[in-house]
């Protein structure tokens, strides 16, 4: 078919979708299911359509973005940055969540890039073998958010997570304590990371590490039942590091049930600096994280490289630790 040929009506056929489908993809992607929105896609490549009615002369270009969990204040932090410099620039974001299964993370990398996008932004560096083929063929720009790996070529913008998870570790040896047990969630590569520096300051000291992870999102209740099992297991705990802020304030209301003091019987430390830490008595240690100054950072780097500017590929945010009122 000649370009000038192909029609909506054309499109909607060989996809096997009414015409008003084709049009309601060409203006709002994000309102079509994702098989339907690929089909179309699909077909239109195959066809080299050019949209000839301006619907997408008049709509802004999307960036997506893959968030493991729209009920974690976490993302929303980053999606703020995001969002900060998307729209200063222009840009829209399509935003989809996985809720920490790679192989939904894989799918939707591969039906966001049927649609498009001028860039792509993940926040997990540890992908499917068939997520990583569609990201090394991806003709867009790809970045990172959240820790500092990523193959050459990939915007990494974050911070250390094996460190920030050693660092917290040693301010809980450094108060006195010595059975410190890690409060981990998903097992998520982050999550992984971090017990992996906690590992690594507990053995530097002769002591032994202790887990526990209900592979669970965090939340409050989780933090709490966690506590309950974590003293039936290992009675002698006198510390905990937890992967999230939310399991913190979890493990410190059910010490306060309990009539356990902190930090004097169970020294506690969560991790991100989340407003829940903050607002509790006494406020929780925690590794303060810049998810805001990720999202915009990344943005403006990937919204440089979609317009062809040289620019750096890895940036190292860094993060602080804040000894609260539970150390």
């Known amino acids: ?7 909506l009506q054309d499109i909607a056929l060989l996809a096997g979708v009414t015409k008003m489908t084709v049009s309601r993809y060409l203006r709002t992607p994000e309102k079509v299911a994702a098989d339907t929105a690929a089909r179309i896609a699909q077909v239109m490549q195959e066809v080299n359509f050019t949209d000839g009615d301006g619907a997408r002369a008049n709509q802004k270009p999307r960036i997506g973005v893959l968030i493991p969990s729209f009920n974690n204040q976490i993302f929303a932090d980053l999606l703020a940055g995001i969002e900060s410099i998307a729209l200063e620039q222009g840009y829209q974001t399509l935003v989809v969540n996985y809720d920490y299964s790679q192989q939904r993370e894989e799918e939707h990398i591969a039906q966001l890039l049927a649609y498009p996008i001028a860039g792509l932004i993940l926040t997990d560096s540890a992908h499917t073998l068939r997520a990583e083929k569609y990201l090394a063929a991806a003709k867009i720009p ?6 500092l790996d990523g193959p050459p070529g990939r915007i990494a913008v974050g911070f250390d997570n094996h460190q920030a998870g050693y660092d917290m570790t040693e301010a809980l040896l450094a108060s006195g304590k010595r059975q410190v047990v890690y409060f981990g969630a998903m097992s ?3 999550d992984n990371k971090r017990y992996q520096g ?5 053995e530097s000291q002769g002591l032994t590490p202790r887990q526990i992870t209900p592979h669970r999102v965090s939340s409050v209740s989780v933090g709490a039942d966690m506590l309950a099992t974590a003293r039936r297991l290992y009675p002698e705990l006198d510390a905990i590091l937890c992967t999230n802020d939310d399991l913190a304030v979890g493990v410190l209301q059910a010490c ?4 356990l003091r902190v930090p004097q019987d169970i020294a506690l430390s969560g991790f991100h600096g989340l407003e829940i830490g903050q607002a509790t008595t006494p406020g929780i240690a925690s590794v303060i994280t810049p998810r805001f100054d990720m999202g915009k950072v990344a943005t403006e780097i990937l919204l440089k ?3 062809g500017v040289p620019c750096i590929e890895r940036v190292d945010l860094h993060y602080r630790i804040s000894l609260g009122g539970t150390i």
């Open 142 to 147: 790809v970045a990172q958010v959240m820790d």
């Open 1 to 7: 078919m000649k370009n000038q040929r192909v029609t």
């Open 256 to 259: 306060l049930r309990l009539g």
């Open 188 to 190: 998520d590569a982050r």
């Open 305 to 307: 490289r979609i317009k």
């Open 198 to 202: 906690y590992c690594r300051a507990m």
